[in-house]
Antibody, heavy 120, light 107 residues
Framework: QVRLVESGGGVVQPGRSLRLSCAAS????????MHWVRQAPGKGLEWVAV????????YYADSVTGRFTISRDNSKNTLYLQMNSLRPEDTAVYYC?????????????WGQGTLVIVSS | AIQLTQSPSSLSASVGDRVTITCRAS??????LAWYQQTPGKAPKLLIY???TLHSGVPSRFSGSGTGTDFTLTINSLQPEDFATFYC?????????FGQGTRLVIK
């Protein structure tokens, strides 16, 4: 059974950093691309970043380029999102999601999300 | 970035109804489109992938169609558990984008 469990969320001041983790189980994570998607309170879904199955390629939304870094450790079946220079508009539930393919396609499994609040 | 425009933004329907939600892309995306269902407080769930393929375990009353710029999600014979928010999602070009969502409520 596929399981994705996010952690690392919390309350952080503007300008500070936070690192999210997503522990994967129930599948061979090195075979699939992995994404971060976020949802601000009461708003729709916003794609954040994707990393190819082997970690060789990454892509980002314009809103986070230069501030966020997606990475993965396939030996630990764990996905990361390093978030620097956080802004109040980064406040959201952050979901990790498994791609059905190696790079960027449909997202067939999602974690339960971790809430990040950026506030002074 | 490719914009996805869903219509309607909100929809009222009754159990047993048939409903259709559309998603229009600002440029052609072939069949690189998925549909998701989200209920309050929960993560989205994949319904349809590659525009028209039913994801494993999803009831057959859900169907998707379209290619290029115009796509539809159809739900036949609405069930109580179907009332939720639906999102389309394109992965043809970066940045990946989602539609703004369609909220389906009980009439």
């Amino acid at each position: 059974q596929v399981r994705l469990v996010e952690s690392g969320g919390g309350v952080v001041q503007p300008g500070r950093s936070l690192r999210l983790s997503c522990a994967a189980s129930g599948f061979t994570s090195s075979n699939y691309g992995m994404h971060w998607v976020r949802q601000a309170p009461g708003k729709g879904l916003e794609w954040v970043a994707v990393i190819k199955n082997d970690g060789s390629k990454t892509y980002y939304a314009d809103s986070v380029t230069g501030r966020f870094t997606i990475s993965r450790d396939n030996s630990k079946n764990t996905l990361y999102l390093q978030m620097n220079s956080l802004r109040p508009e980064d406040t959201a539930v952050y979901y990790c999601a498994k791609d059905i393919r190696q790079e960027a396609a449909d997202l067939d499994q999602w974690g339960q999300g971790t809430l990040v609040i950026v506030s002074s | 970035a490719i914009q996805l425009t869903q219509s309607p933004s909100s929809l009222s329907a009754s159990v047993g109804d048939r409903v259709t939600i559309t998603c229009r892309a600002s440029q052609g995306i072939s069949n690189s489109l998925a549909w998701y269902q989200q209920t309050p407080g929960k993560a989205p769930k994949l319904l349809i992938y590659d525009a028209s393929t039913l994801h494993s375990g999803v009831p057959s009353r859900f169907s998707g169609s379209g290619t290029g710029t115009d796509f539809t999600l159809t739900i036949n014979s609405l069930q109580p558990e179907d009332f939720a928010t639906f999102y389309c999602h394109q992965f043809n070009k970066f940045p990946i984008t989602f539609g703004q969502g369609t909220r389906l409520v009980i009439k």
